[in-house]
């Protein structure tokens, strides 16, 4: 089965940094990738990734945070820098599978940027 599994989030002052990780298994993906959702509102994408190494970002993060990714241990990162209280959310890891083009999940982190 399909499992992506997040870590990393937490905790930090405005200014601060932190790196969220997310190990898939279970399939071959197209397209990884964060969003983030707070109470009340849609969730939104932050950043993705293709296969191919293409990346693409929300406007609001774009100097701030990076997604990269490890082949070889199948996991996504998502590097965050000069974090504000707007990053303030529920982040969630989101996988394409490249044969049936299903949408994967994660479980969430929560990552709150507060004095």
């Known amino acids: 089965q399909v499992q992506l599994v997040e870590s990393g989030g937490g905790l930090v002052q405005p200014g601060g940094s932190l790196r969220l990780s997310c190990a898939a298994s279970g399939n071959i993906f197209v397209i990884k990738g964060w969003y983030r959702q707070t109470p009340g509102k849609e969730r939104e994408l932050v950043a993705t990734?293709?296969?191919?190494?293409?990346?693409n970002y929300r406007d609001s993060v774009k100097g701030r945070f990076t997604i990269s990714t490890d082949n070889a241990k199948n996991t996504v990162y998502l590097q965050m820098n000069s974090l504000k209280p707007e990053d303030t959310a529920v982040y969630y890891c989101?996988?394409?599978?490249?044969?049936?083009?299903?949408?994967?999940w994660g479980q969430g982190t929560q990552v709150t940027v507060s004095s």
């Open positions: 990734v293709t296969s191919g190494g293409s990346t």
């Open positions: 989101y996988a394409v599978a490249r044969y049936t083009r299903s949408d994967y």
